[in-house]
């Protein structure tokens, strides 16, 4: 009995890691970008008048080389063991923000939490 | 603890950090922060079987803290030490709960709490909720990575247990 339980636990984590994962990849583009480092907004830029530009963030010595082409962001090169961040490649999902663990840098669409951000404050 | 059973324990760590380094030369084809498939946690889930809680609670520190020294990012320790600590937390009462048939089961809790412990560290460390986006792909490749390692411990334990060796 226990263990038809624990089963259905693991089968229930699954279903919602699916569902969640298609809610996540379903969700629009935006075209205000906000890029957050340490938790700060440093820079706000809206794509669909932005010029192609590169620059960079730096966070306790390390830098990120952010580039903005054709009205779409990535970063382009990091100062980090994993360049988790550059492989991600260009930003796609308002819900799947490029992400820089040891750099602390976020670079997400705006709309996507600023609400919640907005209300919580 | 007798001295055989440190020397296990040690061979079991040691085993374990081979496993952890080797799987750090398999590209990963996923680029989401903390998505791996975690072949280490194999010896995890038997000692979880084999060994009391303390030496398990041993076993793990001792692998999570070389595996971060070994492969020389240290903001990664963090990480793994917060999924390391609620993955013990939570399977070690688990273990009295599942029986050895359902072994996988445990791999798979496991890992959902690891992923669980380090999205915690993750958001206090960055203070970004956005981060919350990757759970549920989390949820997902821990799910299939626990089943994984899960039904190679249940694998091992039942070849051990079948050939006398406890």
Known sequence: MKQKIIILVCAAIFAAGVIGSAWVLLSPKKNTVNVISDGKTVRTIDLSTAADEVFTVEYGGKTNTVEIKDGRIRVQSAECPDKTCVHMGWLESSAMPIVCLPNRLVIEFADADGGVDAISE | ?166
Not at chain 2, 42 to 61: D, H, N, Q, S
Not at chain 2, 78 to 85: N, V
Request: proline residues 4%; contains cysteine; hydrophobic residues 60%.
């Open chain 2, 1 to 166: 603890m007798s001295v055989k059973r440190l020397a296990r324990l040690g061979v079991l760590t040691a085993l374990a950090l081979i496993i952890f380094i080797v799987e750090l030369q398999i590209p990963n084809p996923f680029p989401i922060p903390g998505i791996k498939l975690g072949l280490a946690n194999i010896i995890t889930v038997y000692a979880l079987y084999r060994f009391r809680a303390g030496e398990v609670c041993m076993l793990v520190f001792v692998r999570v803290l070389l595996g971060a020294v070994f492969c020389g990012n240290l903001m990664a320790l963090l990480y793994s030490a917060c999924g390391a600590f609620l993955c013990l937390a939570g399977m070690i009462p688990l273990r009295r709960i599942i029986d050895e048939k359902h072994i996988w089961a445990a791999g798979v809790l496991g890992a959902v709490l690891h992923n669980t412990g380090q999205m915690a560290a993750a958001l206090l460390v960055t203070k970004t909720p956005a981060l919350l986006m990757y759970y549920p792909f989390l949820l997902v490749s821990g799910c299939l990575a626990g089943l994984f390692t899960g039904l190679c411990a249940q694998l091992v334990l039942a070849r051990l247990a079948k050939s006398g060796i406890s």
